[in-house]
Nanobody, 120 residues
Framework: QVQLEESGGGLVQAGGSLRLSCVAS??????IAWFRQTPGKTREFLAV??????ASYYAESVKDRFTIYNAQKLTYLQLDSLTHEDTATYYC?????????????????WGQGTQVTVSS
């Protein structure tokens, strides 16, 4: 059974940083992605990384501020230079195929989300 759990969200001032973590179980060398969503909007892809080789890919809108990486069986998303517009619920998602993709439909498993609030 595949399970994911995010942590690390919270309240931060504009310009600050947070590190989100995602622990996944039940899949061998999967692909993990981070998305975010605000009320009334569609889920937005942020970054993806494979456990098979560590290839990564970012949304253009965040590639200069966010960093995704794997370490010690966790997938992290480092958020830097945060702005109020980064306020959202952040989700990690798992694609068991192990191939890199930004297509939300490929991610069959999702965590419950962790809230990030950036005060302006």
């Amino acid at each position: 059974q595949v399970q994911l759990e995010e942590s690390g969200g919270g309240l931060v001032q504009a310009g600050g940083s947070l590190r989100l973590s995602c622990v996944a179980s039940g899949a061998f060398l999967p692909t993990i992605a981070w998305f975010r969503q605000t009320p009334g909007k569609t889920r937005e892809f942020l970054a993806v990384i494979t456990w098979r080789g560590g290839a990564s890919y970012y949304a253009e809108s965040v590639k200069d501020r966010f960093t995704i990486y794997n370490a010690q069986k966790l997938t992290y998303l480092q958020l830097d230079s945060l702005t109020h517009e980064d306020t959202a619920t952040y989700y990690c998602a798992l694609d068991p195929s192990g191939f890199i993709s930004a297509e939300v439909a490929r991610f069959r498993y999702w965590g419950q989300g962790t809230q990030v609030t950036v005060s302006s």
